[in-house]
Structure formats: structure tokens, C-alpha cells
């Protein structure tokens, strides 16, 4: 008892630093200098309807980067932690009895899901929504599968392919950018575009799309992963 | 005090969550609970930086309409907080599914999840 | 020059490619990942060598068309250079030497090792807030990973552990930086700086949370049990990873950073490196697993950093040049470190003695250690001294204390770990192997620390100053060792000699008995090594360095080569002392008593230097402020090297143990150094006082009780080198006695006796030496009626105690007559009376000696026994020389050192008519003396030859004749516990009360230490506790509430 009303008095502290952020904390009446300039300028600059859109793919494109590396990062990681000891391990998954329904149901949505995720992604810098949840929509068509099919047809080699061509080609852009335009990552090598349409915001939608891919494959990779380890017990 | 806005009712949320977390991570002791303790804690920060990036009476940033693509700056909330809580959820979950990893890599070795019955290094 | 952002470009590139790659492309995945490296240390070592030789200008690195603050935008400058060089050199080096690991566990591990790198890279260079965040975030997601690159249930549990840690810190941080954009409206760390943040509190736990964030990322004690347990438990080359590259570039994060904390909150920061540097070298102290103790001493070393980082608005200027110098010691010393602990593989230290199996290594170890532990010449000594400096110049003594008595215990683990790797048995017969690709890395390090601690030296104002030749020929030494002991020894005695003969004449004065002392003396003692056989390994260099740290005490000008030359002098012995038998022990309290007086000694100089513009040696003679603290942590400095009583622990064994050639060097030659350095000190600073009392009467008494202990001791000792050993200490009394006396008599006695002692000590020793060669025991009951077989050496002895003993008709009894005649000119007579009673003590140990040794029945055992090695005895009798002819003419000795004393003392000197010496009390006549006393014992031998003419020869077994019975066990042999009796008498006098007193101290220390390190108790949930419990305290404190 005692441990738990020492971590009580723990939390308390906690939260009484908290309260004075939040009772310090006052509501903005207006953006700050940054945010207005993106507002003012970010439909001409970076030609993305999708402000947040423009923000990440563009103006913070290097913690996009970073945050698709980490995803991978962690991809790799599973994998290899995962892998090292059951390498010798190649018996197939026992085969557990599957849902008939689910497993209709799902071989009918998954291209449904699919088409959604393309469709947030492939739209990302006009409405709200972009890679990021592009690729999970995509995956957890992918989740879906594996949960619901017995031999579900994914292909790591497939998945790791378009995973790392999606990768490296997100850093070829951004070097392109340096060459063809002002600097790493910009997005104006090809023509802004129209405003609004699909086409426009020069390479953002080319990006998210990588963006998408990748994702999309690094989660249905982890969940793979994990899956395999799975049957193995 | 005026009337509390929505901003701050999601700030106090994401600080309860946040505190929420924090307590489950140092009082739970089985590492599952730990981790997902800890996806509240995360929560709890991405939710604060949403909040603070609102603004009352404002609208998303994403110019659809012709009437936002004029005097942008007085009609939408800050989209850069958007950006970075995109990038914190991903980074959250980065760590989720390792620290899951770790639990599932961990139950292989003992058989248990208690985190108590780790503690090979120590001193 | 190449872009930077080229470097992430292709780190990110490269990464992803070898997720392209097939199965069983490990090998070619490996070495595209070297090569990425290696371009990125290319790059990084391009921009440095710009910025150092060029003098550009910092170069901004923008992404996207936009300019900060709008996008995020990196920086390259001098020091982002530097640090990002630093680490990629480290992937690169760490990645060749896990290169087998990292196959093994898979392609995907260098996609790891890669993305590492190049988070730490743009953590280095960023400068957005959120931009470090992220990349922050993917190098401690990349550290879990390695951590796990062989999977025990350790590291798995560590690698869980760390990754919650950093979990929940990097989650402060977020709030953090997301509080700072809502109240600056920006991310980018410049545009945040030049708002000036109001001190509204909102912003302040803002700041608050980012910088927090940030010390926990340098692990600070206690909050740090998660990466301690992530250095025991994860494989060596991740160790070197973390402790190198991580920390690396997480202090780069707070310099970065720091400018951000308003003053207050900085204090706070260098509190807790401070508090983390000393409580983590303290629990270091219980550590037997290599690795673990590795991790404490990782965490110090941040903590030091971070303390000195706090404290930059303290040091100014000098901030740069000193987390600079600590920080590449650091860097590479921990990194050879872990990597050679790899190759052991050996998880307690104690096992580490299969490390001399492999002769590089053992070499590239002790070159480590020695630029951890802050030694010359490593880039860590002179940031160490400088921050010494700067912190006593304003005034901040209890930073210095902190920062010493940290420095202390890291000497403590770090020498003993190497006590144990040179000296322990083995614990199998197990032979090192070293993989070529383990070993590149370590080559390339270990001669990095040279470089940098060079280049480091040169940046330095007055380290540039410093005289390297000694030490280049010393380390020259090692080079050749490969060649047999009799060239090198003559190499060294040349080296020596042709030294000495360019530049005696420069030497004046008192330097130049003292520079006669170390050079003539060390020559005469090198001769005996010619008496070894074989390559003689490890003795050379060493030896070499010893008398290079010698010749730098005399040649010394600033406090800094003073402090250099002492160090030097001190890693030089420790190995001589080192190489005896059963020396751990010994050399391990030399290395501390040593090293605890060296810090004394830089306190010391630190003080004097307040309100100096230079350090020249002369500020001593006109310091204004704490004069007497000065003087007191000087001469307490100097006096571990004279082993004063309290301070005289480590010497018996070490000089008992050492071998033949090596006791003289380190008895009759190196304590001088001691005495030189307390001459120098009452030379400049004159007579202090505590209150009323002179510093002077203090010592006296010091004096006086050292020289009655030492004798008393000698008395009771039944090995013989020991017995001579205590001599020293009692010996040693005398010449402190001497200088405490400030008058001309007492000082020309102390600096004569000097002289004397260094030949009758020198002279004894290696007759000893030679004899304990042949008998192969020190243990004196022993041995007996060696007379016969080593007459040689019994002349040696003969003459050594005569002098010793002060009898007349030699050189020792001018002194002795000078010494009372100081005493009764100072009128210290109770001093007198107990340094008489000591000298009646002289006399019993005297007898001892040489009767136990040379008279009396010869052992069974000894029939056949030679007289001691021809090139031990030719120093002696060279020595023998020297001292026959200052008895005869001791006006050829007392008068020049009584004419180099007068611009000092200018009253009571002595007036010289040939060889009579004339004082206020009393004449002496040396060459008459020898001829009375020559005549007196011509008469009595006459005599007694005339009286004796019937005495008849007996055979050894001749019982009726015999004084004792022969072929009795050992202990009943007559000389055993010689001085039963006395020992009655006085014994409880020198009960091993100093000993013990030590002994409680360490055992206290190490009590301590084992308590603190129960609060990593292994659980991860109690370091989480701890984490968020940390925050809430430095939180109070720094607000002084809610």
C-alpha cells in the first residue's frame, strides 16, 4: 500500500506541473507567424488544397521522411528479431479451421478497402486524409486477409520490394528536388499544376502515393510477421 | 472565467489521458498493460497537440472552397499541430508494435509478463 | 564540398536498398553499409578539415525551395563537423568490428546500424525543434534494435526496459516543444532564441520539459538504471555505439539546446551531471562485470560533460576547449574500451589477465585507460586541468572537489581493472584471438587518441609550451621493444646521458642537484639493468617515461608542465612499481596516493592561478588570496610522494616488491621528486600560517613523527627490502624536518641529505637487490653468513648503513651534525630529542641489516651461492666512489648547495676554510675526521689483531664454537623477530593503526557504493519510477514549488 500512495503522490505531482500548463495555457485568438505564413502562402508556394497536406509533404518533408524511416526502421527490426530464431523453423502454419463468412466477406471487401486507401492517398493533397492513412486503410485490408483466410496470398518478397522501391524513390525525388528546384525535397520538379485538381501540387501526390505504398506494406509486414510467429507455437 | 471552449476541454482530456498513461506504466505490472498504458500516455500527447493548434470558430485547413482561398489566414485553424500529430502517431506506433514484439519475444523466454520476473540485469 | 544533406540522402537510400536485397546477400548489404559510412565520414571529415584550415563560414543547409523558419533547415558548422565525424567515424569503425555480428543477425541489422548514424546526424545538425524530436526518435528505436542482436532473455528484457524509458522521456519532450510553438508560433531553435521567451510559467515548464527531456537522454543519476542495464546486457560493439555515438551526439543536443534554459535551470543541469559524475564513478567502484562497469563509466563521463555544459555561463569561453577535450577522450577511449571487452569476452574483470596473452591488445588497453582516467598526454588531461582552472579562478571549490573526488574513484576501478589485466593469473590457457577486422577499429582509435590529444595540446595556450622530447624518446622505447634488454639499455643510458649533456648547463641551482639527482641517479641505476637477460618487456618505455616526467619537474616554467611532468612521472613508476611480485595491491595504492596528491597539487595550482594572467610557476611567490589553503593542498600534494606518516601506506610494498633495479629508482630517485616539489613550493610561497601557527611547525612535527615511525617500523621488518623501504619513509622525515626548520643549516642539510640519501639508498638497494637475485627470498632470517659468498655486496652494505646511520667518518655524519646544529638554532629541542631517539633506531635496523644478512651461520641451502650479478655491482661501487670522496672533501658537496641556499637564507650560513666547516656552533673538519677515525680503527684492528693471534679457525659445524645451533627450523633462527624485546617496548607504536585507518576508508567507500547501486534493482517499472520521479524533484526544486 504504501508503493501505491508514493505513486499516487507521483501522479498528483504530475498533474499539479500539468494543471499549470493548462491553467497557463490560453486559447489563440489568431495563427502564429509560421501557421499564417503557410495560410497566406501555402496555396501558392506549394499548391496542395490540403494545407496540412502541404505542411507535411513539403515544408516539413524531412520529418516525413523520418517518420516513413521509422516505420521501416521498425519493419526491419521486427523482422530481423523475429526471424533469427525461427529460421530453421519452415513448417508450414497449421491450418485452423477459418469462418466460411469471414472469409467470403473479406475476399469481397478487401479490394473494396484497397480501392478506398488508393483513393485517400491518391487524394491527400486535396481532402483530408494523405499517405500515412492511405497505407493503413490499405493495410488493414491486408489484416484482414490474414485473419480471415487460411493461406493468405501475400508474397513478403512482393511486399518488401514495393516497400524499399517506394522508399528509395521518395529519396530520389528529394534529391531531384536539389537538382531541378530550390532544394532537398522540393516538390516543384514538375509544374504546380491546377489548384484543386488532381494533378497539381507538383510531386506531393507522386510522394504520398510512395508514402501510401510504403505503409501500407510495412504494416501488413509487422502484422505478417507477427502472425508467422504466432503459428509457430 | 469566460466559457471553457472545446480546446480546453481537450486539453484537460489530453492531460487526464496523459496522466492516465503514466499511472498505468508505473503501477500495472503486466507488461501488456504497460504497453498499452503507454498508447494512452501517447494519446493523451497527440491529443494535446491538436488542442493546441485549434482555434475557436475556425475551419480545417484544406482549401476546398474559393471563399478559404482568400484571407486564408483569418479562416483556419494552425495546420502545422496537424502535421506534427500525424508524425507523433506514427512514431507511436512504431514503438507500440515494437514494445509488442518485445512482450511476445518476452513471454517466449519466461513464460510470463509479469515485469517483476525481469530483473536479470540489475546493480 | 559535398552537400550534407547527401549524407541522409544516402544513408536513407542505401537503407532502403537492402531491403531489396535477396536472402544470403548479408555480406554485400555489410559492406554497402561500411561504404555509406565511410562516405559519410568522408564528407564530415572534409567540412571539418575546411572549417579548421580554411576558416569558412557555416554553411545552411535548406530543404525545400523555402527559408527557415518556414521549413526545416539543417546547419553545418565547425562543430557539427566535428561531431557528426565523430560519429560516423564510430558507425564505420563499429560497424567493421561487429561486421560478423551484424551478418549473422541478418541484412536488416545494418538497415539498423544505418539508420543510427544517420539519426544522430541530423540530430547534430538540425535545427528545428520537432525535426530532432523525430530523428531522436528513429536513433533510439534503432539502439532497441541492435540491442537485440543476440537474443538473451538480458537483452531482451534490457532492450524492453530501454525502449519504455525512452517512451515515456520522449513524450516530455513532445509537450515540450508543442507548449514552445503555441507560445513562440515557431519550431526552429534560432527564431525561438531571438524571441528573448518571456519568464511567464507556462513557457517555463515548456523550457522546463524540453530540458529535462534532454537529461534524461544522458542518462543522469538515478534515472538512469534503463541504460545501464542496456550497457551490461547488449553486445560490446552496441555498448561502443551508445557510450560513443548516442551520448555523443545527445551532449551536442544540450549544447545546443542549453541556450534555451534560462540560468537557474542550467545551475540545475550541471548539478545533476555533477552529482551523476560522482555517484556513478562511486557505484562503478563495486563493479566486476566489464561491460556493466563500462555503462557507470559512460554515464559519469556524460555527467561530467553535462556539468561543465550547466555551467558555461561559469567557464565562459573556455566551455568549448574543455567539453571538447573530455568529450573525444571519451569518445574514443570508451569506444576501444567496449570493443576490446567483445574480444575478451569475459564478464568478470577479474578473468580479464587472459588479456596479456595478446600483447596489442594489452597495450591498446592500457592506452585506453589512461585517456579515460584523464592522464597526459590525452586530450582529457588538458580539458580536465583547464576546467580546474576555470573553475577556481571564479571561485567555485566545491565543483572542484566534486569534480576531483569523481576523477578519483574513476581512477580507483580504471586501475585496478588494469592491475588485474597485467598482473592477476590466468584464470586458463586460453589464447586471445583477434579478428583483423575487430582489430583495425581499435588501431585506428587508439592512435586517434594520440593525435587528438596532441592537436589538443597545440590549440592550448600554454600546453603548446610544453617540452615533448622525453616523452616522444620514451614512447620511442616501445617501438623497439622487440630488440634484446642490453641495447635498449644502453639506448636509454645514452639517451639519458646525451640529454643530460646539452642541458645541465641550463639547469641552476636547486634545480640543478635535483636534475643531477633524477638523470645521474637514473643512469647509475639503469647500469644494473644490464644484468637481465632477455627482451625485458614493458620496462623500458616506462622507465623512460618516469625520468621524462623527472626532467619535465625540473625544467618546469607554468603550473601545467609542473602538473604534466608530475602525471607522466606517475604512470611511469606505476608501471615500474607494477612489474614486481604480488604488485597489484602495492601499485594499485601507489596509482591512488599518487594520483589523490595530484589532485591536491591541481587544486593547489588552480588557487594560485585566481586573478593571474598566466600560470608561470612564479605566481606562487605573490598569491593574495587563501595563501595558506594553497600551501597546505600543495604540500599534502607533495608529501604522498614523500610518503609522509598518514600518506606513507602504499610505499613499503610497492618499493619492497619491485624488482632489483627498479627499488633504487623508485626509493632513492623518485621520492626526491616529492621533495623537490616542497622545496620549489617554500621556496615561492615562504612561511604560512594557519592562524598563529607556521605551516612550518606543523611540518615539523609531521616530520619528526615520520622519521620516528619509519625507523621504528624499519626495526621490526623481516624482509629485508622492506626493512630498507621504512628506512626510506624515516628518511625521508629527516629532509622534510630539514626544510621545516627555514633556516640556512636546516635546508642545507635537507637538500644534502637529499643527496646522500639518494646514494646510500641507491647503494643499498641494489646490493639487497643483487643479493635477494642470488637467494631468492627477502626474508633476512633466511638468509646468514653470506659474507664469504658476496663479499662485494657486503662491502656495498657496509658503507651503505655507515652513511645511512650518520656514523663518522663518512658523508652521513656531516649531515647529522648540520641536522642538530639547525635544531639547536631553532631551539626545537623536543623535535631534536625524538629525531636523536629515531637515530639511535637507525642504528638497530643497521645492525640488522647487515648482520642478519652477512654474518652468522650460512644456510645449507646457500653453499653454492655466487656473488650478485656483475652489472648490479657496478653501480654500486661506482656509487661507493662518489661517496668516499664527498666524506673526504664535503665541502665539494655542502658548500655549493650553502652558496645556492644563501639569496634564500641569508644568515647562519656556514664559512668554509678548505675543508672545515665553521657555524655559529661549533667546526668540523671532514678530512680530518676520516683520518682520526681511520687512525682509531687501524689501532683498535692492531689491537685486536695483536690480542687475537691465538684464536683459532673452526669449521661452520663446529658446534662447541658455534653461536647457534644450524639446520633448525626458520623461525627459531636468531635473527627471526630480531627485536622481540623493543617490540614489547614501543610495538604498539606502529600497531598498523595508518593501515587500518586506509583500510576502513576503502572498505566504507565500498560499502557505500553497494548500497547505492541497489536502487538498480532490475525492475523496468522502478526506472520508470524513477524517470518520473526525477522530474517531479528537479521540478521542485527548480521552481521551489508547484
Known sequence: MLRNSLLILLILGLAAIMYNLYAEFTPKEKLGFVAEHYANNGKDEVGAANLVTAVVVTYRGLDTLGEVSILFLTAAIIGFFLKTKSSNNHALPKVKRYSEILGTGAKILVPIIVLLGTYVFINGHLTPGGGFQGGAIIASAFVLMLIALPRPAINHRVLSIIESLSGVSFVIIGLLGIVLAGGFLDNQIIGLGTFGTILSAGTVPIIYILVGLKVGTELTGIIRNLKEIQNEE | MQNIGIEQISLAVGFILLLLGIWGMISQKNILKIIVSFTIFETGINVILVAIGYIRNKTAPILDSPELQTDTAEKIVDPLPQALVLTSIVIGLGVTALLLVYALKMYKQKKTLLINDYKDTKW | MVNPIYIIAVFLGIAFSIGLLRKNTETFAGILSLLTLGFASIVSAQWFYSFVTADIETFQIFTTAFKPPFSINLMMGKDEALFTLMINAIGLFGGLYMFDKLKKAGKNSFIALLMLIMGLNVVVMTRDLFNLFVFLEISSIAVAGLVILTQTTKSISAGFKYMIATGIIAGILLIGI??????????NIDFILVQNLEATKGISIAVFFIMIAIVLELKPFPANGWGLDVYSSAQSGVGALLSSAYATASIYVLMKLLPLAPENLQFFIATIGIITFVFSNLMALKQDNPKRML????????????????????????????????????????????????????????????????????????????????????PSFFGKWELVMQLAETKNFIWI??????????????????????????????????????????????????????????????????????????????????????????????????????????????????????????????????????????????????????????????????????????IGSYFLILRGKKSIKHALSYMLFSMGGAYLILAGFGMAAIGKSDISLNILSNVELYAPWIFGLLAIGFMTKTASIGLHIWLPGAHAEAEADVSPMVSAILLKAGVFGLIMLFLAMGEQFIGNISFAYILSWVAVITALMGNLMAAFQEDAKKLLAYSSIGALGYVLFGLSLMSHLG?????????????????LFLAIGGVVWRVKTKDMYKMGGLIKKMPFSFISVLIGIIVLAGVPPLTGFAGKWLFFQAVVEKQWFLQGAILFFSGIITFLYCFRLIHTIFLGQPKDEHRNIKEAPFWILVPQYLILLVIMLFSMLPNSLLKPIGEMLLPYFPNGAITWDGQMATTALGYWNGKIVMFIVIGIFAVVLAWLLFMNRKAKKVKQFNIGYAAERPFLPETTHFAYNFFAPYQKAVGFLVAPGITNFWQRVDEGVHSVSDKFTKIYNGNGQSYLIHIVAFILVIYLISFGGF
Not at chain 3, 596489442?360 to 589512461?370: N, Y
Not at chain 3, 635546508?747 to 647503494?763: E, G
Open chain 3, 178 to 187: 508543442a507548449f514552445i510553438y503555441s507560445y513562440t508560433g515557431t519550431l
Open chain 3, 295 to 378: 555503462g557507470y563509466s559512460s554515464v559519469a563521463q556524460i555527467g561530467l560533460l553535462t556539468a561543465v555544459i550547466g555551467l558555461s555561463s561559469v567557464i565562459g569561453s573556455y566551455t568549448y576547449f574543455i567539453v571538447i577535450s573530455i568529450l573525444i577522450s571519451h569518445f574514443l577511449a570508451k569506444a576501444g574500451l567496449f570493443w576490446i571487452s567483445g574480444i575478451i569476452k569475459q564478464d568478470s574483470i577479474k578473468n580479464w589477465s587472459i588479456l596479456r596473452t595478446n600483447k596489442i591488445l594489452l597495450v591498446l588497453f592500457g592506452i585506453f585507460i589512461f585517456s579515460l582516467a584523464g592522464l597526459p598526454p590525452f
Open chain 3, 401 to 570: 572537489f566534486a569534480i576531483l573526488i569523481g576523477s578519483f574513484f574513476e581512477i580507483v576501478f580504471m586501475f585496478r581493472w588494469l592491475g588485474y589485466a597485467i598482473k592477476l593469473d590466468m584464470p586458463n590457457n586460453e589464447k586471445i584471438k583477434v579478428k583483423l577486422h575487430q582489430l583495425i577499429p581499435l588501431l585506428f582509435f587508439a592512435a586517434t587518441t594520440f593525435i587528438a590529444g596532441y592537436y589538443i595540446s597545440s590549440e592550448h595556450k600554454y600546453a603548446s609550451l610544453i617540452n615533448y622530447l622525453p616523452l616522444a624518446v620514451a614512447l620511442g622505447f616501445a617501438f623497439i621493444e622487440f630488440l634484446p634488454a642490453f641495447i635498449k639499455n644502453t639506448l636509454a643510458i645514452a639517451a639519458m646521458a646525451a640529454y643530460y649533456y646539452f642541458n645541465y648547463e641550463s639547469y641552476t641551482d636547486i634545480q640543478g642537484v635535483f636534475a643531477a639527482i633524477f638523470i645521474i641517479g637514473g643512469i647509475l641505476t639503469l647500469i644494473a639493468g644490464y644484468a637481465y637477460k632477455g627482451k625485458r618487456q614493458g620496462f623500458y618505455p616506462f622507465a623512460l617515461m618516469m625520468f621524462a616526467g623527472l626532467i619535465g619537474l625540473v625544467e618546469a616554467t607554468t603550473t601545467l608542465e609542473f602538473f604534466f611532468a608530475w602525471e607522466l612521472m606517475t
Open chain 3, 747 to 763: 635546508w642545507l642539510t635537507a637538500v644534502s641529505f637529499s643527496v646522500t640519501h639518494f646514494m646510500f639508498k641507491a647503494l
